[in-house]
């Protein structure tokens, strides 16, 4: 379920207990407001911080250094669910939309290459970011169901960007 790196303590705990998470990975400057609304998640069992550490949180670089590598990968189904994509909230509170599997495929076959085109050889970069639907699409899967690459920033880009 990727959210909006930019999103407040109390938007964070609305994501958290409605989708009941039990586990956050963020990047260390949402790590805080996470950190300041954990007490009213009851659902949620642990904080991974990527390149950061604070108050009440895990390193996630050092758990996966502790984590027992995985022989065999998920066995799952054209029809188990594979994301969580909230809406802005703009008619009320935010609601999930939940995707299956065969609905990503669906999306990268249709859109990645019906409209787009994209091929093996193709680079494609996308200003979206990846917990935007369109982002997630344009930057990973999209790309990956062709054999592509995809080219996400993780600064935020702005009409002067890249700065010169």
Do not use: Q
Request: with cysteine.
């Amino acid at each position: 379920m990727p959210v909006n790196t930019l999103m407040t303590a109390e938007e964070y705990a609305f994501l958290l207990n409605d989708s009941r998470a039990r586990v956050a990975v963020v990047e260390a400057e949402a790590a805080p407001r996470l950190a300041a609304v954990r007490e009213r998640c009851p659902w949620l069992r642990a904080i991974f911080v990527v390149d950061g550490r604070a108050p009440g949180t895990l390193d996630w670089h050092e758990a996966l250094a502790c984590a027992k590598p995985m022989a065999e990968t998920a066995r799952t189904s054209r029809e188990d669910i594979v994301y969580w994509g909230y809406t802005s909230g703009s008619t009320g509170t935010p609601k999930a939309a939940v995707h299956s599997h065969k609905d990503f495929v669906a999306a990268a076959d249709l859109v990645g290459v019906g409209v787009f085109g994209l091929g093996a050889a193709d680079l494609v970069f996308s200003a979206s970011k990846l917990y935007f639907a369109f982002g997630l699409g344009n930057s990973l899967y999209f790309p990956a169901r062709v054999g592509a690459a995809g080219g996400p920033r993780p600064e935020r880009i702005t009409p002067s960007w890249p700065s010169t």
